[in-house]
């Protein structure tokens, strides 16, 4: 049984019980605690804690996971031993309140022996040890005899957290026999040889804050099999490197590299790192992960590096990562289609990523070489060091310690991060946070009471409701909960609306509306009169006119990604948004500056869409069917099996704002702004409807000014400001030549005060560069071999310049060397005319002084 085969059996075994096979949902989680999804259960996580409905009560999947930074972090261990992987997939099948142990423990049996075709006499299973109940099916049930039944404490029970749901759990494992180790089960024996490869979470309990723990009314199931760790006892093979999808992407890592597996160990670490690397980096930039030197963008930068320093080691010149993300695809593109849809992007950000990196690992390397070449087995490199490399070459910390290990030298990781402190404050996220969890408690009690809010958003502008609670909000402001609500709660990219609630004995503005939690809208108020009551009637009134420019721009957001597509490429993906009243920003992946010519055609496609005047239309269907007529998804947005999809002209995507009724209600677009804002990530602004046409007025405002200021008509500005700019070029010419000679008839004079052919003297209130003029034409009269002249120019500050002999003895710039110091200022670097400057003009007299001492002249005013 290969991959695909063991993918579909699972799926196919729990749906034909019941089960709705949930496709795999993004590696970019939406749960602030992680970076990724590293489980199966992630994506099911507000159903166990609670916080959302499922809209089904049993389900099953194959999950992608990715276990690299923070907490689960395998890193280090790829590639050197038999089982660790950065990227991995999860079966698993899941009970929300529905069946439990009973249901669950033989139906896994029965997968494992009579779908998977695993040998009962080698399986053995452990329980916890207070878990009578799954002891007992396990033996009376399933029929596995009780000497293959072991307790675990600690290994087998689960906890999310230091509260909440809860239980024992039971794992699988196989006997691989005594080639692996000694015998004595999985409590006992050989780890090698005991391989665990399925584990049955019972959540059974809530556990308290006081250590105690509650029977929960409606226990739960959460299984996870690692897919790939199963295929090495299914296929009969040493480790997951030897299993089918991996044989085939070593294959081309051999190709690509020209090393052969097998013949050397540290060479066969290499090619599994760029193995397993090439997996996690395809799909977490097809699920749009970008690099960057932040939060899940520096995970993957940080093993894109790894990847390509190991091909670095194994000796390879040409880059190799993108021929392996080639490889990804072709092996398991059929089971993720979105990795064929977004290919030629992964490859792009790939690809160039590597080639970035190639040319900073040289450089780097050859700097760690000369540090550490001082260094002896034992020794530890400085933290500062560390930094630089990271800080100056891009060398991730862990890139560096991986380095240094291989020669027996630790790293000042206390050092590094004295260094790098300032970059990893983020105090006001945790701000945040803390303030967020203060409510919470007060938010489920609210929708337990009396369940989501009744959302209008869409349908309506206004409606009677009823106050259910009125909490204490930040800066005196305060959260307003009503059983139906009009006001569009901030999601998807559009802010949240404002308007007013008014009771009979208050009225409020309303200044934001979000979710407190999913399906529970928030309304943040400021009370204008009175006082809003819990119980109260209410009037609650959307500002239209607010929301009516929201609903252009959010419109326009569509057209403009609809054409930015068309323009750019299909690679370009949302990764942000913001739709309010006043303007649009929309963040997206491209890989260079849109140019104006670019910028332009973008605007005429919208502009023909709008003034075509389509109907837009939006609907519910399923996933499926959304899929199927082409409409986009995005980045980091979460869908059920039931989506809206939005039609507005050929913008087909899913979207739960509010939108214009027809596309020529947005009016004229002006993108206004467009610039980078990351690697790899680009934003743009745009203007609709009255704002477009405000800003024109404005533009034309201004131009007409300026052609009454030039006296000239409207049509001929830039005709005016050019004949302005010519007389303005031949007044500054005239004035230069009447500067020119007004310093040429100084010469004469000074020439008088020479001594020696060497001449300091002092002159204020000369332009800069007159100085400079003046000082050449004296050095060049007969006689002279030395000019130095200082004074206060325009402006104030103080101007020195030195001038001397070509050839001769004297060196310009050590002249006035002493002298800047004294004036408190520097430069002049050059031998034969050198300038200077500084601010303190009370102490250019004496400057001048220093000068003429070298000179062997006397200072000024003696004889």
């Given amino acids: 049984m290969d991959a695909k085969d063991l993918r579909r059996a699972f799926t196919s075994f729990f749906v034909e019980r019941g089960h709705t096979n949930v496709p795999s949902a993004s590696l970019i989680p939406n749960d602030p605690t992680l970076l990724f999804t590293v489980a199966g259960m992630v994506p099911f996580k507000p159903f166990f804690l609670g916080e959302e409905v499922p809209p089904y009560s049993r389900a099953t999947s194959v999950q992608k996971c990715v276990r690299a930074g923070g907490k689960h972090n395998d890193l280090e261990e790829i590639g050197r031993t038999k089982r660790h992987l950065t990227f991995f997939e999860m079966l698993g099948n899941f009970s929300f309140g529905d069946y439990f142990k009973a249901e669950a423990i033989p139906w896994a049996w029965q997968l494992v022996t009579e779908g998977l075709g695993f040998d009962p006499e080698r399986l053995w299973v452990t329980v916890h040890l207070e878990d009578d109940e799954a002891a007992d099916i396990w033996r009376d049930a399933v029929g596995v005899p009780p000497e293959r039944i072991q307790r675990l404490d600690k290994d087998n029970f689960w906890q999310a957290g230091d509260t909440g749901p809860c239980g024992p759990c039971s794992e699988i494992f196989l006997d691989k026999g005594p080639a692996y180790g000694h015998e004595g089960g999985p409590a006992h024996g050989s780890e090698e040889r005991y391989l665990e490869f399925w584990n049955l979470v019972f959540m059974q309990y809530d556990q308290q804050p006081d250590g105690s723990r509650l029977v929960l009314p409606r226990p739960s199931i959460d299984t996870g099999a690692g897919l790939e760790r199963v295929l090495v006892l299914l296929q009969d093979v040493d480790s997951v490197w030897d299993v089918d999808e991996f044989v085939a992407l070593r294959e081309v890592a051999q190709s690509l590299t020209g090393v052969t597996y097998g013949r050397d160990e540290q060479r066969d670490v290499s ?54 993300v080639d490889a990804v695809v072709d092996v398991m593109g059929s089971s993720y289609p979105d990795l064929d849809r977004s290919h030629d992007f992964v490859r792009g950000v790939i690809g160039r990523e590597e080639e970035r990196f190639r040319q900073t690992l040289r450089t780097g390397s050859l700097l760690l070489d000369d540090v550490v070449a001082d260094l002896r087995p034992g020794a530890a490199l400085a933290g500062d060091v560390a930094f630089q490399l990271h800080d100056t070459y891009g060398f991730p910390l862990e890139v560096t310690q991986e380095i240094t290990a291989e020669r027996g030298i630790d790293v000042d990781t206390a050092g590094f991060e004295v260094a790098m402190a300032e970059q990893r404050r983020r105090a006001k996220a945790a701000r945040k946070g803390v303030e967020a969890a203060r409510h919470f408690e007060a938010y489920q009690e609210l929708v337990e009471q009396f369940g989501p809010t009744e959302y209008l958003a869409r349908e309506h502008t206004k409606t009677d409701s009823r106050v259910l609670a009125v909490v204490g909000g930040p800066e005196a402001r305060l959260e307003v909960f009503l059983d139906r609500s009009p006001f569009y709660a901030e999601a998807g990219g559009q802010i949240g609306d404002s308007g007013t609630i008014a009771t009979p004995t208050g009225r409020a503005r309303v200044l934001d509306t979000t979710y407190a939690l999913p399906g529970l809208v928030r309304h943040e108020v400021e009370v204008t009169d009175g006082e809003l009551l819990a119980g109260q009637e209410a009037r609650a009134v959307v500002d239209v006119e607010r929301r009516d420019a929201i609903r252009r721009n959010h419109t326009g957001t569509h057209l403009l990604h609809w054409a930015l597509r068309g323009v750019l490429g299909d690679h370009v993906r949302q990764q942000g948004s913001l739709v309010a009243p006043e303007r649009l920003r929309f963040d997206f992946s491209h890989y260079e500056p849109v140019s104006a010519a670019q910028l332009a055609e973008i605007e005429d496609l919208v502009a023909g869409q709008v003034m075509a005047n389509h109907p837009v239309r939006a609907y519910e269907t399923t996933k499926a069917h959304a899929d199927e007529v082409g409409a986009l998804a995005f980045f980091g947005d979460k869908y059920g099996d039931v989506v809206r999809v939005v039609e507005a002209g050929p913008s087909v995507e899913l979207c739960g704002g509010t939108h214009v009724r027809a596309t020529g209600d947005i009016g004229a677009v002006k993108v206004v702004a467009e610039a980078s804002i990351g690697s790899n990530i680009r934003r743009l602004e745009a203007i609709t409807g009255f704002d477009t046409i405000a800003r024109l007025r404005d533009l034309d405002r201004r131009w007409r000014a300026a052609a009454d200021k030039l006296n000239v008509g409207v049509d001929e500005v830039l005709e005016g400001i050019d004949r302005r700019l010519g007389e303005l070029r031949a007044a500054q010419a005239e004035v230069k030549a009447l500067r020119s000679q007004l310093v040429a008839g100084r010469v004469d004079g000074l020439l008088a005060e020479a001594t020696d052919g060497a001449l300091v003297a002092r002159i204020d209130g000369l332009p800069r560069d007159d100085y400079r003029q003046l000082a050449l034409d004296l050095r060049n009269r007969p006689g002279i071999r030395a000019v130095v002249l200082g004074g206060a120019a325009d402006g104030g500050a103080v101007a020195l310049v030195a001038a001397v002999l070509k050839g001769g003895e004297l060196n310009a710039g050590e002249l006035i060397s002493d002298a800047a110091r004294q004036v408190k200022g520097g430069g002049g670097r050059g031998d034969e005319l050198a300038v200077a400057g500084g601010k303190e003009v009370a102490g250019l007299d004496g400057a001048l002084d220093l000068v003429r001492e070298q000179l062997g002249l006397p200072p000024a005013g003696t004889a």
């Fill in 271 to 324: 090619l599994r790192i760029l193995v397993d690397h090439a997996r996690a980096t395809t799909f977490l930039v097809s699920d749009g992960v970008f690099p960057s030197n932040e939060g899940r963008g520096y995970v993957l930068r940080r093993i894109l590096r790894r990847a390509v320093r190991h091909a670095y080691l194994l000796g390879v010149e040409r880059p190799v990562m993108a021929g392996l």
